[in-house]
C-alpha cells in the first residue's frame, strides 16, 4: 500500500515570496491534515478535511496561509507572503475518517526555509 | 484544555538497558492518549494507543505504555532499548478529533 505522498521534500525561498506544498494522501482515507513543525516543538495542525469540506482551521494563518483539497484527494498549502517564521516542516496526514482512533499516517513532509 | 506534557527533551541510555518516556496528560474525561515516533528523516509513525480497557497497552517494536489514572501519566516503556530506537518520541492526547502533540522527547540509545 502506497503512503502519504508530499512534495516537495525541501524548498528554500525568501521572505515575501510564495511557496506551494502538495499532497496526495492513501488512497480512500477520508479526512486529510496538514500540520505544521518547528524544530524543538511538536506539530501543531493548521487544518483539517473532511473529504473535500473544511473541518478545523481554526489555527491556519488565513491572511497567508490557505489550502485546498479539490475533489476530495489530493491537497495544496499554500503560503503567501511568506515570513521568515515559517521555516519549518509541513506535515501532510491522512486517516481512513475523523475519529478518537488517533491513528494518522502521515508523509515525510516538506522542509521550508525562509530567508 | 486537553494536552499533554513531556518532562524530558532528552533520555539517553544504553543499548540492552529498560527504556521510559514520560508523559503527563491534562484532559477531562475519558483520555485518549496515543505515542508516536519520528526517525531521522521518516515521517512520524504510529507506535499504540490507550482509549479503554487495559491499563498497559502493547505497541510496535516491542514498546508499551502504562496508563495511571491516578498519576495522569502515559509513559512509554521498553525493556530492552535497541540503538534503532533513537528517534523522536510524542506523546499525544486526542479530544473531538484533533490531535494534540508534546513537545517531544529525544531518545538517543548508544552502543
Known amino acids: 500500500e502506497a503512503g502519504v505522498a508530499q512534495s516537495p521534500r525541501y524548498k528554500i525561498i525568501e521572505k515575501r515570496q510564495s511557496v506551494a506544498f502538495w499532497c496526495n494522501p492513501i488512497?480512500?482515507?477520508?479526512?486529510l491534515y496538514w500540520y505544521q513543525q518547528i524544530l524543538g516543538q511538536g506539530p501543531k495542525l493548521l487544518i483539517q478535511?473532511?473529504?473535500?469540506?473544511?473541518?478545523?482551521d481554526s489555527q491556519l494563518p488565513k491572511d497567508r496561509f490557505s489550502a485546498e483539497r479539490l475533489k476530495g484527494v489530493d491537497s495544496t498549502l499554500k503560503i503567501q507572503p511568506a515570513k521568515l517564521e515559517d521555516s519549518a516542516v509541513y506535515l501532510c496526514?491522512?486517516?481512513?475518517?475523523?475519529?478518537?482512533?488517533?491513528?494518522?499516517?502521515f508523509g515525510e513532509g516538506s522542509r521550508l526555509t525562509v530567508l | 484544555a486537553q494536552s499533554v506534557a513531556q518532562p524530558e527533551d532528552q533520555v539517553n541510555v544504553a543499548e540492552g538497558n529498560p527504556l521510559t518516556v514520560k508523559c503527563t496528560y491534562s484532559v477531562s474525561g475519558n483520555p485518549y492518549l496515543f505515542w508516536y515516533v519520528q526517525y531521522p528523516n521518516r515521517g512520524l509513525q504510529f507506535l499504540l494507543k490507550?482509549?479503554?480497557?487495559?491499563?498497559l497497552v502493547k505497541g510496535s517494536y516491542g514498546f508499551e505504555a502504562e496508563f495511571n489514572k491516578s498519576q495522569t501519566s502515559f509513559h512509554l516503556k521498553k525493556p530492552s532499548a535497541l540503538v534503532s530506537d533513537s528517534a523522536l518520541y510524542f506523546c499525544v492526547s486526542v479530544n473531538d478529533y484533533k490531535l494534540s502533540f508534546g513537545a517531544g522527547t529525544t531518545v538517543t540509545v548508544r552502543a
Open positions: 488512497s480512500g482515507h477520508a479526512t
Open positions: 496526514a491522512s486517516s481512513p475518517r475523523a475519529g478518537e482512533s488517533g491513528e494518522l499516517f
Open positions: 478535511f473532511q473529504n473535500n469540506g473544511v473541518v478545523d
Open positions: 490507550y482509549i479503554t480497557g487495559d491499563n
